[in-house]
């Protein structure tokens, strides 16, 4: 019969499917109109984070290896530029994606309505206008789950001979996020608490992951993660809706 663990129910390989499918979604002519705002918000905070890391990267790259000899000096530069451009486009992304939050909600939903034949609400502009105030509290409570997070891993990461967890801890921590921030959109859309949410999640820890570490990755490869978002959204969507099924053929087992 049916399986009562959700992460039973779905296989972790199915996410890579679901991603693919999302990109698939997020280009199709019934969703592109719908992509305009948020690739144009994207373009906007990824490009102006650019130059504001160019115009101050290199001078404190110099002053920070300034006095080292040459050959360790390009290796250390090499690798904080690396790092430095991986951790600003993912939190470049992040706060363009707090900002398009309700474009997000508005494609999440239209998603659901192609997939499921129904829709969690009546979309349009009034609708949208309606929904703002929802999205940015919504986005600030995945904030406030995350921030204190991120300060610990960053904590561990001053105390020797304990920072050599943190690039494990960090990957897991922004996978996590990963899969949090973009299969909200059609859980907050359905009026499903942040809480709920994270429990179906975490019941599919293994694909969950597998979901964040693919989307987290592709965000911290410039250009690329201007598409990144709205595909994840709509990837984030069928997701939800996996879970969905999921949670509910476990109910019936029980």
């Known amino acids: 019969m049916f399986a009562q663990n ?6 972790p390989l199915e996410v890579l499917g ?3 499918d999302g990109l698939k979604i997020s280009l199709s002519k019934e969703c592109r109109l719908y992509l305009i705002i948020p690739i144009c918000i994207n373009l906007v905070v990824l490009a102006g984070g650019a130059a504001l ?3 101050y990267l290199t001078a404190w790259i110099d002053e920070l290896t300034g006095g080292l000899p040459t ?3 390009g290796i250390i530069s090499f690798f904080l530029v690396i790092s430095l451009i991986i951790a600003c486009c993912f939190l470049f992304s992040t706060v363009a994606a707090i900002i398009a939050s309700p474009f997000y909600g508005l494609l999440a939903e239209r998603v659901e309505l192609l997939l499921s034949g129904r829709a969690p609400a009546d979309d349009g502009f009034a609708e949208l206008i309606k929904s703002i105030p929802r999205s940015l509290a919504r986005e600030v409570h ?3 789950f995350f921030l204190p997070r991120a300060l610990l891993c960053l904590i561990i990461l001053l105390i020797p001979g ?3 967890a943190f690039p494990i801890l960090w990957f897991l921590l922004t996978a996590w996020m990963g899969c949090l921030q973009y299969v909200d959109y059609a859980y907050d859309n359905n009026k499903v608490g942040f809480k709920q949410m994270r429990f179906e999640i975490a019941r599919a820890k293994l694909a969950s992951f597998i979901f964040g570490a693919v989307v987290t990755f592709l965000l911290s490869i410039p250009i690329v993660n201007i598409l990144v978002p709205p595909s994840a959204v709509c990837a ?3 997701y939800y809706l996996r879970l969905s099924q999921a949670v509910s053929l476990t109910k019936e087992a029980l």
Request: no cysteine.
């Open 18 to 20: 679901i991603l693919l």
């Open 53 to 55: 890391l160019f115009n």
């Open 71 to 73: 050959v360790v000096s």
């Open 142 to 144: 995945k904030q406030i």
């Open 162 to 164: 304990v920072n050599v």
């Open 236 to 238: 984030g969507t069928k």
């Open 6 to 11: 959700t992460s039973k129910s779905i296989n």
